[in-house]
């Protein structure tokens, strides 16, 4: 069941407070514990408050935590942005949304509202943050100076940003539509869109479009002089009060905010009388100009009023104040009970409710973006701690890894190597590294040493493994490493950033072994790209698997997919698609993919079937229009070692991908080899899937 909805808007003042607020009272009314995110605030004085988070929170009396409401400012992110560091706040936004994820039953997430420094980018955070959060999208654009072209157009572009990235519109919702537009609106729309996508129109409600007088005093930081417990008035519209009385009143209209200098006492008190009079119509308040105040008579005349409106004084002339008055666009507050209100009220009439909950609770998340795959694996390895065994102690980039999962706290490491030369290491480096928590050891001098030896002598001796033989041997890192870890001293093992393949998982085939199902061990990457995390096998190990094997891979890197997460659609990779082609090699990919279905007929696999077939969804459609697999291909099984290890270098380097592993698949307990190109980051995850692998996940 979907957990969230994310509101995102194309626009500066959409409106979309009244989508938050209405769609915030239709979940309250559906399941108590719902929390509230806003990924990205405007900045706000020190100890102020964001203005949506305080409403939402407020009035509906959510259990949240301003802090814990919200990711970022709008100024520090367009700092990260200029300075390449997007992924960052990626994460920062990731982490805090999941924290409320697991308090709640339900999430709203607010997009931002496309104002002042920065607008250009907010589009694009909207989509990309939705997408790294996995949830779907309610699209909502403002009707207001638009024709209806312009309307439909903004919109559909809107819709069609979130899609081209993948992002499930569930509603596109047109605001601030003129009453009589909204059928001809929602028709466009409905044209415009796909079926499955809810779309509605709400109309233009001047007492939510217009700002009250609290507003009005907030922006102008105007003086209030009386009426302040009506400040919460509803201005319609604003009229400077220049000419005679008697000419003036003929422009009243209901609601009316007066601007006039403040000796004028004639438009003043004709301005209060006239609200009392039921041939006029009401005003909404009163603002005085050129900061002049009535002589002292008139005000003893107005505290003597029983009913007063808002009066407010303001510094600044009446041209300055009425320009600056016309641009105050309108917020609700918390304390605002009427606009909120009439903000539900509208919603509810206006969106079909009813519709809108079947497609929140029937949606279902596909694929996962990089940034949500690394942020679970960490989170994964925290949950259930392990120990990781590092054997490769005088490579300065296993020192650096080191330090920085020491900082992370996600797993508990031991080191192989000299302590002396490791500390040097630390100190010429710069780095920060908590000694007491991390195990260096020098294996000549270890207590294990001659029980490792031993029981290598022991397991080993019918292959002519001589005891001197196993002592030279536990000297070598490879060697101990493993050991450490088949007598569980240490729960798996990363190795390889200065050692061969075969040096790193020889020890493990030796004595760690294959699992009791596994004829074959091979490995697996995780292929981060842009918009999703595909599972690529075997590109490390096998250089030409038989099809027996072929299958096994495929059977395990489906497991290893869905362990992490990653619904397994398996594309067994050949030269041809289907029946066309013939020859050894396609024929061999052909029995592996039969091979698989009899054993596991519980998984989606298409082959023989090429890379673009697999991976591109017209492609797919256009050569397999009746494949389940085909187009949205997430394990990809390579036919042999050449194609794999090429074609995932290829794909590393031509679309930035990161590449996680290689993870091996099929021993007993985790051993996983890294590229002696390896960098630091690749240490550190290669590191978190071991430990996630000794789960036994």
Do not use: W
Not at 188 to 209: F, Q, Y
Not at 234 to 263: R, W
């Amino acid at each position: 069941m979907n957990k969230a909805i994310y509101i995102a808007t194309s626009e500066e003042n959409s409106g979309k407070s009244i989508i938050t607020l209405g769609l915030m009272s239709m979940l309250i009314g559906k399941t108590a514990k719902v929390g509230y995110f806003r990924p990205i605030i405007e900045d706000t004085e020190e100890g102020g408050f964001d203005n949506h988070i305080e409403t939402v929170i407020g009035h509906f009396g959510l259990d949240i935590e301003f802090e814990d409401a919200f990711a970022i400012t709008k100024s520090k992110l367009i700092k990260k942005k200029n300075k390449g560091k997007i992924g960052e706040v990626l994460d920062l936004i990731i982490e805090k949304y999941k924290k409320l994820e697991e308090r709640f039953d339900f999430v709203l997430v607010e997009g931002t509202g496309f104002s002042g420094e920065g607008t250009v980018i907010e589009l694009d955070m909207n989509v990309l943050i939705a997408k790294n959060l996995g949830i779907p999208t309610i699209i909502v654009g403002s009707g207001v100076g638009k024709t209806l072209e312009e309307l439909l157009d903004s919109l559909y572009l809107a819709y069609d940003s979130f899609k081209v990235k993948d992002v499930e519109v569930l509603a596109v919702i047109a605001n601030k539509v003129q009453h009589e537009n909204i059928d001809i609106v929602t028709t466009g729309l409905r044209k415009s869109l796909p079926e499955s996508v809810m779309v509605n129109a709400i109309p233009l409600i001047h007492n939510l479009n217009n700002p009250t007088v609290q507003e009005i005093v907030n922006e102008l930081d105007a003086k209030v002089l009386f009426g302040s417990a009506h400040l919460n008035n509803q201005t319609g519209n604003f009229s400077v009060g220049a000419m005679q009385l008697c000419n003036y009143l003929l422009h009243l209209k209901e609601n009316s905010l007066v601007i006039t200098p403040g000796d004028r006492a004639d438009i003043i008190l004709g301005a209060l009388q006239a609200n009392e009079s039921v041939n006029y119509p009401t005003i909404s308040g009163i603002v005085l100009t050129g900061n002049i105040l009535p002589e002292i008579s008139i005000l003893k005349l107005i505290e003597g009023l029983s009913t007063i409106v808002p009066i407010i004084a303001v510094e600044e002339g009446t041209y300055f104040i009425t320009n600056k008055i016309g641009s105050i666009k309108s917020k609700i507050y918390a304390n605002n009970k009427q606009k909120i209100e009439i903000s539900i009220t509208t919603f509810e009439k206006y969106v079909d409710l009813d519709n809108l909950a079947e497609k929140l609770i029937t949606f279902e998340a596909e694929g996962m973006t990089p940034k949500m795959f690394q942020y679970n694996l960490v989170k994964r390895a925290r949950q259930h701690r392990k120990h990781i065994v590092l054997p490769e102690g005088n490579d300065d980039r296993i020192i650096m890894a080191a330090s920085r999962l020491l900082e992370m706290d996600v797993v508990d490491i031991s080191i192989i190597g000299n302590k002396k030369q490791i500390e040097s290491k630390v100190a010429e480096l710069g780095l920060f590294f908590d000694f007491s928590k991390v195990q260096i050891i020098n294996p000549i001098e270890s207590e294990h040493y001659d029980d490792y030896v031993n029981t290598y002598y022991e397991l080993r001796k019918a292959k002519n493994v001589t005891l001197g033989m196993a002592k030279d041997l536990m000297e070598d890192v490879s060697y101990f490493g493993t050991m450490m870890v088949y007598k569980g001293h240490a729960d798996g093992m990363v190795s390889g950033a200065a050692h061969t393949t075969q040096h790193t998982i020889l020890p493990a085939l030796q004595f760690i072994k294959t699992k009791p199902n596994s004829s074959v061990v091979s490995s697996v990457f995780f292929m981060c790209l842009e918009d999703r995390v595909s599972v690529f096998g075997d590109c490390a190990i096998n250089p030409n698997p038989t099809a027996e094997q072929l299958a096994e891979i495929a059977i395990s890197s489906a497991d290893s997919s869905l362990a992490f997460g990653i619904e397994p659609k398996i594309a067994m990779l050949s030269y041809s698609s289907g029946s066309s082609g013939k020859g050894d090699e396609v024929d061999k990919v052909r029995t592996a993919t039969e091979i698989v279905r009899k054993k596991r007929p519980d998984l989606k696999i298409e082959g023989p079937i090429q890379y673009d077939a697999a991976v591109d969804m017209a492609v797919g459609k256009s050569k397999m229009p009746n494949s389940e697999v085909a187009g949205q291909a997430s394990v990809l099984i390579f036919p042999d070692l050449n194609t794999g290890n090429n074609t995932y270098k290829a794909v590393q380097r031509e679309t930035g991908a990161l590449a996680i592993g290689p993870m091996l698949q099929g021993l007993n307990k985790p051993v996983n080899d890294l590229s002696r190109g390896c960098t630091v980051d690749d240490i550190i995850n290669t590191v978190v899937i071991t430990a996630i692998q000794a789960q036994g996940l």
